[in-house]
């Protein structure tokens, strides 16, 4: 039972590249999360889908998009990134939009150059 | 707006000592708070949590109070080791859907 999976754990990027983050639970969790970790910061919720064919916005949406590719699987795109992208994103899953615990993935580093 | 403020962001005490942490949130319909703790380079992991039909919680060391009228709720350690040093996060659902909102995070540490 691997829990929350996401890939890559790191990734350099030059300005204006595009990249896809992948995450994957095997859990039966219907809703699933992405987050960004800044210094200082706290966690942000970038997108979320509380269930399999929805996906909403968070707090910080803008210059990304995501994917509910199945029940399992919840991808985040940059589709152009920026400097001010350079973060670390977690993927996280719970059974129904946060009526208990959150499990996080192990986080991806990302730096924007 | 829908805001988690949480305070202090950094706390040292002493190993046997208690330790306080104090979160405030804006959105009155909120019902389900939880604490994270996340160790230097690992993922966030729920360490306790508390809804709001309920005003104080405990597990062992650690306690969860929560007052509605006041929206504010605070995490409690007691006899702290240095294995507890670590950073915590509040957070409280709010919002259409429900999302949980987290707190900017308190760096503990607990010198021995």
Redesign the interface.
Same mark, same amino acid.
């Given at each position: 039972n691997a829990g929350v999976t996401q890939t890559p754990k790191f990734q350099v990027l030059k300005t204006g590249q595009s990249m896809t983050l992948q995450c994957a639970q095997d859990m039966n969790h219907n809703s699933m999360y992405w987050?960004r970790q800044d210094p200082?910061?706290?966690?942000?919720?970038i997108y979320?889908s509380?269930s399999e064919g929805t996906t909403?916005k968070?707090?910080v949406p803008n210059g990304y998009n995501v994917s509910r590719l199945n029940k399992r699987e919840f991808s985040l795109r940059l589709e152009s990134a920026a400097p001010s992208q350079t973060s670390v994103y977690?993927c996280a899953s719970d059974i129904r939009?946060?009526?208990?615990?959150?499990f996080?993935?192990?986080?991806s580093r990302l730096t924007v150059l | 707006g829908?805001n988690v403020e949480?305070h202090p962001?950094t706390l040292s005490v002493q190993e046997g000592d208690s330790a306080v942490i104090k979160c405030t949130y804006s959105d009155s319909a909120s019902n389900?708070f939880?604490w994270?703790k996340q160790e230097l380079g690992?993922?966030?992991?729920?360490i306790i949590?508390i809804r709001s039909n309920v005003g104080e919680k405990k597990d062992q060391r650690i306690a969860v109070t929560l007052n509605k009228t006041a929206k504010h709720f605070s995490l409690h350690i007691t006899e702290t080791q240095p294995e507890d040093s670590a950073v915590y996060?509040c957070?409280a659902?709010m919002g259409?859907?429900?999302?949980?909102?987290? %707190?900017? %995070?308190t760096i503990l540490r607990v010198k021995s």
């Open positions: 987050y200082g910061m706290g966690l942000r919720l979320y509380a909403d968070g707090e977690f939009a946060n009526t208990g615990e959150l996080f993935g192990e986080g | 829908e949480q962001s389900y939880p994270y690992k993922r966030p992991q729920l949590d996060f957070a659902s259409r859907g429900n999302k949980l909102v987290f %707190g900017a %995070g």
